[in-house]
């Protein structure tokens, strides 16, 4: 179920710039930015502008644009983080802490620990890192472009390097505030 943008939905507030994130990617469709308890460093959540619940509430012309950026996250994080590949998922109600649909990108390496579904999340050791490891991705995001879709409909996702957004800079609210817990959860 689709509903109207909140200021009670964490990610509605991270989107208005109300709450602090570090951001790596914003433009006119969505917003990536890291997860304040990560799997691994590089664990990044896509985040659409409007908010919706679930995929499924995502109108079917929103769902390519979305997964454009979520396809140059993933080489970024890729790329930026050294990782010999990514998992890239979505809750869909079931264990969604943030009720706004949201896409977790996340590096992975073989024998990294992970095993299942039951994974330990983390915290990054502190801010600085945290505003490190954003810098990375934003700045390999910047020198990334993808294939135009094949049947030249779609946005474009080349505007985008022009846009990654320095606007929240990083503090020590990015690492302690009321959205720690349900961005890093769901």
Same mark, same amino acid.
């Given at each position: 179920?689709?509903?109207?943008?909140?200021?009670?939905?964490?990610?509605?507030?991270?989107?208005?710039?109300?709450?602090?994130?570090?951001?790596?990617?914003?433009?006119? +469709? &969505? /917003?990536?930015?890291?997860?304040?308890?990560?799997?691994?460093?590089? %664990?990044?959540? *896509? $985040? =659409? !502008?409007?908010?919706?619940?679930?995929?499924?509430?995502?109108?079917?012309?929103?769902?390519?644009?979305?997964?454009?950026?979520?396809?140059?996250?993933?080489?970024?994080?890729?790329?930026?983080?050294?990782?010999?590949?990514?998992? +890239? &998922? /979505?809750?869909?109600?079931?264990?969604?802490?943030?009720?706004?649909? %949201?896409?977790? *990108? $996340? =590096? !992975?390496?073989?024998?990294?620990?992970?095993?299942?579904?039951?994974?330990?999340?983390?915290?990054?050791?502190?801010?600085?890192?945290?505003?490190?490891?954003?810098?990375?991705?934003?700045?390999?995001?910047?020198?990334?472009?993808?294939? &135009?879709?094949?049947?030249?409909?779609?946005?474009?996702?080349?505007?985008?390097?022009?846009? *990654?957004?320095?606007?929240?800079?990083?503090?020590?609210?990015?690492?302690?505030?009321?959205?720690?817990?349900?961005?890093?959860?769901?």
């Amino acid at each position: 179920m689709s509903a109207a943008k909140s200021d009670q939905c964490v990610f509605c507030e991270i989107l208005a710039g109300r709450l602090p994130a570090h951001v790596v990617l914003d433009d006119e +469709v &969505a /917003m990536a930015f890291l997860d304040v308890r990560p799997l691994f460093p590089g %664990h990044t959540l *896509v $985040v =659409p !502008r409007e908010h919706h619940v679930t995929l499924t509430d995502l109108p079917v012309e929103q769902v390519a644009p979305l997964f454009e950026r979520v396809q140059r996250v993933t080489r970024a994080v890729e790329d930026a983080m050294e990782a010999t590949g990514s998992f +890239v &998922a /979505m809750n869909n109600i079931v264990s969604q802490s943030v009720p706004h649909l %949201h896409v977790h *990108v $996340v =590096p !992975r390496n073989r024998k990294d620990g992970l095993k299942g579904f039951f994974w330990p999340r983390t915290r990054y050791s502190d801010d600085a890192e945290a505003a490190e490891v954003a810098t990375r991705l934003r700045s390999t995001l910047a020198g990334l472009s993808l294939p &135009a879709p094949a049947s030249g409909q779609g946005t474009s996702i080349a505007s985008t390097e022009s846009s *990654v957004s320095t606007a929240l800079p990083p503090t020590s609210a990015s690492t302690s505030s009321p959205s720690q817990g349900p961005s890093g959860q769901g």
